[in-house]
Protein backbone atom coordinates (compact mmCIF):
# COMPACT_ATOMS: atom_id res chain seq x y z
CA UNK A 1 0.00 0.00 0.00
CA UNK A 2 2.92 2.62 0.63
CA UNK A 3 4.81 1.20 -2.24
CA UNK A 4 1.57 2.33 -4.30
CA UNK A 5 1.49 5.80 -2.55
CA UNK A 6 4.93 6.56 -2.74
CA UNK A 7 5.08 5.36 -6.88
CA UNK A 8 2.50 8.16 -7.24
CA UNK A 9 4.10 10.73 -5.25
CA UNK A 10 7.62 10.04 -7.44
CA UNK A 11 5.57 10.05 -10.77
CA UNK A 12 3.56 13.70 -9.77
CA UNK A 13 7.13 14.73 -8.59
CA UNK A 14 8.46 13.22 -12.78
CA UNK A 15 5.97 15.55 -14.16
CA UNK A 16 6.28 18.39 -12.32
CA UNK A 17 9.96 18.49 -12.59
CA UNK A 18 9.56 17.94 -16.64
CA UNK A 19 7.26 20.88 -16.70
CA UNK A 20 9.65 23.01 -14.93
CA UNK A 21 12.41 21.55 -17.57
CA UNK A 22 10.07 22.94 -20.63
CA UNK A 23 9.30 26.06 -18.98
CA UNK A 24 12.62 27.42 -17.62
CA UNK A 25 14.08 30.08 -19.16
CA UNK A 26 17.94 29.59 -17.96
CA UNK A 27 18.79 26.13 -19.91
CA UNK A 28 21.20 25.18 -16.73
CA UNK A 29 18.30 25.11 -14.68
CA UNK A 30 16.20 23.30 -17.10
CA UNK A 31 18.86 20.98 -16.89
CA UNK A 32 18.93 20.70 -13.00
CA UNK A 33 14.85 19.71 -13.43
CA UNK A 34 16.10 16.99 -16.43
CA UNK A 35 18.24 15.82 -13.57
CA UNK A 36 15.25 15.72 -10.88
CA UNK A 37 12.95 13.81 -13.33
CA UNK A 38 15.73 11.00 -13.83
CA UNK A 39 16.34 10.70 -10.30
CA UNK A 40 12.41 10.38 -9.53
CA UNK A 41 12.34 7.57 -12.36
CA UNK A 42 15.41 5.69 -10.81
CA UNK A 43 12.99 5.84 -7.73
CA UNK A 44 9.96 4.37 -9.57
CA UNK A 45 12.72 1.70 -10.60
CA UNK A 46 13.41 0.91 -7.25
CA UNK A 47 9.71 0.62 -6.10
CA UNK A 48 9.21 -2.08 -8.98
CA UNK A 49 11.98 -4.02 -7.60
CA UNK A 50 14.30 -3.18 -10.77
CA UNK A 51 16.99 -1.76 -9.08
CA UNK A 52 19.84 -2.63 -11.30
CA UNK A 53 17.95 -0.23 -13.99
CA UNK A 54 17.39 2.17 -11.69
CA UNK A 55 21.41 2.48 -10.80
CA UNK A 56 21.99 2.65 -14.50
CA UNK A 57 19.29 5.61 -14.64
CA UNK A 58 21.05 7.46 -12.17
CA UNK A 59 24.51 6.41 -13.36
CA UNK A 60 24.16 7.20 -17.02
CA UNK A 61 21.30 9.31 -17.72
CA UNK A 62 21.09 11.97 -14.44
CA UNK A 63 25.29 11.89 -14.39
CA UNK A 64 27.26 11.21 -17.64
CA UNK A 65 24.31 12.27 -20.06
CA UNK A 66 23.43 15.27 -17.83
CA UNK A 67 26.91 16.48 -17.62
CA UNK A 68 27.54 16.48 -21.25
CA UNK A 69 24.18 18.41 -21.89
CA UNK A 70 25.31 20.99 -19.30
CA UNK A 71 29.26 21.14 -20.84
CA UNK A 72 27.31 21.30 -24.27
CA UNK A 73 25.09 24.51 -22.39
CA UNK A 74 28.47 26.12 -21.45
CA UNK A 75 30.43 25.48 -24.57
CA UNK A 76 27.80 26.82 -26.68
CA UNK A 77 27.18 29.80 -24.62
CA UNK A 78 24.05 31.33 -26.03
CA UNK A 79 22.84 34.82 -25.66
CA UNK A 80 19.99 35.48 -22.98
CA UNK A 81 18.64 38.00 -25.81
CA UNK A 82 18.65 34.75 -28.18
CA UNK A 83 17.07 32.13 -25.50
CA UNK A 84 14.29 34.62 -24.82
CA UNK A 85 12.87 35.74 -28.11
CA UNK A 86 13.46 31.64 -29.28
CA UNK A 87 11.56 30.89 -26.02
CA UNK A 88 8.35 32.94 -27.12
CA UNK A 89 8.15 31.76 -30.70
CA UNK A 90 8.23 28.19 -29.58
CA UNK A 91 5.69 28.76 -26.87
CA UNK A 92 2.36 28.11 -28.51
CA UNK A 93 4.18 25.44 -31.04
CA UNK A 94 4.97 23.54 -27.69
CA UNK A 95 1.70 23.98 -25.91
CA UNK A 96 -0.06 22.26 -28.89
CA UNK A 97 2.61 19.31 -28.87
CA UNK A 98 2.35 18.96 -25.15
CA UNK A 99 -1.49 19.09 -25.53
CA UNK A 100 -0.92 16.63 -27.93
CA UNK A 101 1.01 14.11 -26.29
CA UNK A 102 -1.30 14.30 -23.07
CA UNK A 103 -4.06 13.12 -25.37
CA UNK A 104 -1.94 10.32 -26.70
CA UNK A 105 -0.83 9.09 -23.01
CA UNK A 106 -4.78 9.87 -21.94
CA UNK A 107 -5.79 7.44 -24.75
CA UNK A 108 -3.22 4.78 -24.56
CA UNK A 109 -3.73 4.75 -20.37
CA UNK A 110 -7.62 4.34 -20.39
CA UNK A 111 -7.26 1.69 -23.29
CA UNK A 112 -8.55 -1.75 -22.71
CA UNK A 113 -6.32 -3.27 -25.36
CA UNK A 114 -2.87 -2.81 -23.59
CA UNK A 115 -3.07 -5.51 -21.28
CA UNK A 116 0.55 -5.75 -18.48
CA UNK A 117 2.15 -9.12 -18.66
CA UNK A 118 4.77 -10.80 -16.87
CA UNK A 119 7.34 -12.38 -17.84
CA UNK A 120 7.63 -11.60 -21.40
CA UNK A 121 11.66 -11.82 -20.93
CA UNK A 122 12.35 -15.89 -20.28
CA UNK A 123 15.52 -15.63 -17.68
CA UNK A 124 17.41 -18.42 -17.58
CA UNK A 125 17.69 -20.31 -14.06
CA UNK A 126 21.46 -19.52 -14.00
CA UNK A 127 21.80 -15.97 -14.59
CA UNK A 128 20.53 -13.07 -12.74
CA UNK A 129 18.88 -9.82 -14.46
CA UNK A 130 22.03 -8.23 -15.11
CA UNK A 131 23.79 -10.68 -16.75
CA UNK A 132 20.01 -11.43 -18.95
CA UNK A 133 20.35 -7.59 -20.03
CA UNK A 134 23.59 -7.57 -21.08
CA UNK A 135 23.42 -10.87 -22.76
CA UNK A 136 20.66 -8.84 -24.81
CA UNK A 137 21.96 -5.58 -25.11
CA UNK A 138 25.15 -7.29 -26.56
CA UNK A 139 23.89 -9.58 -28.57
CA UNK A 140 20.13 -9.23 -30.12
CA UNK A 141 20.75 -5.23 -29.73
CA UNK A 142 24.26 -4.30 -30.50
CA UNK A 143 23.10 -2.00 -33.57
CA UNK A 144 20.99 0.66 -31.86
CA UNK A 145 23.42 0.59 -28.54
CA UNK A 146 26.59 1.87 -30.88
CA UNK A 147 23.78 4.13 -33.39
CA UNK A 148 23.11 5.57 -29.64
CA UNK A 149 26.82 6.36 -29.21
CA UNK A 150 27.63 7.72 -32.60
CA UNK A 151 24.52 10.11 -31.89
CA UNK A 152 25.90 10.92 -28.99
CA UNK A 153 29.18 11.72 -30.37
CA UNK A 154 28.40 13.76 -33.28
CA UNK A 155 26.43 15.93 -30.68
CA UNK A 156 30.01 16.69 -28.67
CA UNK A 157 31.39 17.43 -32.40
CA UNK A 158 28.62 19.68 -33.25
CA UNK A 159 28.95 21.21 -29.98
CA UNK A 160 32.62 21.70 -30.01
CA UNK A 161 32.36 22.94 -33.73
CA UNK A 162 29.06 26.02 -32.98
CA UNK A 163 31.53 26.90 -29.70
CA UNK A 164 34.56 27.46 -31.95
CA UNK A 165 32.42 29.24 -34.61
CA UNK A 166 31.49 31.76 -32.20
CA UNK A 167 34.24 32.45 -30.14
CA UNK A 168 36.62 32.52 -33.46
CA UNK A 169 34.26 35.54 -34.14
CA UNK A 170 34.14 37.30 -30.79
CA UNK A 171 37.75 36.48 -31.01
CA UNK A 172 38.12 38.81 -33.83
CA UNK A 173 35.59 41.41 -32.78
CA UNK A 174 38.08 41.98 -30.07
CA UNK A 175 41.01 42.28 -31.75
CA UNK A 176 39.54 44.45 -34.13
CA UNK A 177 38.69 47.22 -31.02
CA UNK A 178 42.30 46.82 -30.12
CA UNK A 179 43.87 47.74 -32.69
CA UNK A 180 41.15 50.22 -33.48
CA UNK A 181 42.06 51.62 -29.69
CA UNK A 182 45.72 51.58 -30.33
CA UNK A 183 45.67 53.61 -33.42
CA UNK A 184 44.17 56.52 -31.31
Excluded at 163 to 170: A, F, L, Q
Excluded at 172 to 177: D, G, N, R
Amino acid sequence: MIQEYLGYGFSALAVLLAVSTIIQKNPIYSAASLIGVMLMLACNYVLLNAEFIAAIQVIVYAGAIMVLFVFVIMLINVEYIKREKLYYRGRIFGVIIGLALLLKLLIVGYSLAIKVQEGDLPIPKDMDSTKVIGKYLFSNYILPFEVISVVLLVGIIGAVVLGKKERNSEEKEVAVKTVQQVDL
